[in-house]
């Protein structure tokens, strides 16, 4: 019960990563808001539909969690879109679509978040990144750019507001085993054949599970990562740590 007593937003909570860290929130005793368009399938949380890319949505789900728990401790951004196209084939609407949600969505989140927080006891918020950010995965470009965005906003806001109590990190998944995944492998001729190839290159020997990011989003939303703050934590199972040629 590491979360008791914490109320908490989690974005982009309908599938994915963003379920499975709600789940574990609220079996560590949170009391948890899940924010997404359509209704999760989060047992004990309670749902707000959200539009994360509309300011007026994102003020209102905080005010719902300040109404529903008294406060919000910790908001959990994870709400993201891709498009598989390079910066040739993607179009103007590609481009706001997924910064909409990528960038102007964490920000948005990020923004009503802070004012909550400053005025109250501080928190702790929570950017779902992606190893995307630093190293850009083929035929995802406005998708790359927007988890480079997110990183950057991860700093500013933790330098910014620390002296307010306000703590603000990034977890960088790498390959984890999602919808969004598996839409990279069905650009492939052989979906498979290119699922085997990527997790022969993790030293783990498997692709992530969404619980793997839960796991360190707990440990970021607890009392016990009180001093860390502007970090970028990366789980990926070692596959961006090896050079990239091989033995």
């Given at each position: 019960?590491?979360?008791?007593?914490?109320?908490?937003?989690?974005?982009?909570?309908?599938?994915?990563?963003g379920e499975a860290i709600a789940t574990r929130f609220v079996t560590e005793?949170?009391?948890?808001?899940?924010?997404?368009?359509?209704?999760?399938?989060?047992?004990?949380?309670?749902?707000?539909?959200?539009?994360?890319?509309?300011?007026?949505?994102?003020?209102?789900?905080?005010?719902?969690?300040?109404?529903?728990?008294?406060?919000?401790?910790?908001?959990?951004?994870?709400?993201?879109?891709?498009?598989?196209?390079t910066i040739a084939e993607t179009t103007d609407d590609d481009f706001e679509?997924?910064?909409?949600?990528?960038?102007?969505?964490?920000?948005?989140?990020?923004?009503?978040?802070?004012?909550?927080?400053?005025?109250?006891?501080?928190?702790?918020?929570?950017?779902?990144?992606?190893?995307?950010?630093?190293?850009?995965?083929?035929?995802?470009?406005?998708?790359?750019?927007?988890?480079?965005?997110?990183?950057?906003?991860?700093?500013?806001?933790?330098?910014?507001h620390g002296h307010e109590g306000i703590r603000c990190n990034s977890i960088?998944?790498?390959?984890?085993?999602?919808?969004?995944?598996?839409?990279?492998?069905?650009?492939?001729?052989?979906?498979?054949?290119?699922?085997?190839?990527?997790?022969?290159?993790?030293?783990?020997?498997?692709?992530?599970?969404?619980?793997?990011?839960?796991?360190?989003?707990?440990?970021?939303?607890?009392?016990?990562?009180?001093?860390?703050?502007?970090?970028?934590?990366?789980?990926?199972?070692?596959?961006?740590?090896?050079?990239?040629?091989?033995?």
């Amino acid at each position: 019960m590491q979360l008791s007593g914490k109320s908490i937003i989690v974005t982009g909570a309908s599938s994915g990563i963003g379920e499975a860290i709600a789940t574990r929130f609220v079996t560590e005793g949170a009391s948890v808001i899940v924010a997404s368009r359509s209704e999760p399938s989060v047992e004990g949380a309670h749902f707000v539909a959200t539009d994360v890319s509309d300011p007026s949505a994102v003020d209102a789900l905080v005010a719902a969690a300040v109404a529903r728990n008294g406060g919000l401790d910790v908001m959990v951004n994870n709400a993201g879109v891709q498009v598989e196209k390079t910066i040739a084939e993607t179009t103007d609407d590609d481009f706001e679509f997924v910064m909409g949600v990528n960038v102007r969505g964490v920000f948005n989140c990020c923004r009503a978040a802070v004012r909550q927080m400053r005025d109250n006891r501080g928190g702790s918020i929570i950017n779902v990144g992606s190893v995307a950010a630093t190293l850009a995965d083929h035929g995802l470009a406005v998708y790359n750019a927007s988890k480079g965005a997110v990183q950057a906003l991860t700093r500013a806001i933790a330098i910014d507001h620390g002296h307010e109590g306000i703590r603000c990190n990034s977890i960088a998944p790498g390959w984890i085993a999602t919808a969004l995944v598996d839409a990279v492998f069905d650009l492939s001729d052989d979906p498979e054949v290119a699922r085997r190839a990527a997790v022969s290159r993790h030293p783990v020997g498997r692709l992530g599970r969404p619980d793997d990011v839960a796991n360190m989003a707990v440990w970021l939303a607890s009392d016990e990562s009180i001093f860390a703050s502007g970090s970028v934590f990366t789980v990926d199972g070692g596959l961006t740590a090896q050079s990239p040629i091989a033995p």
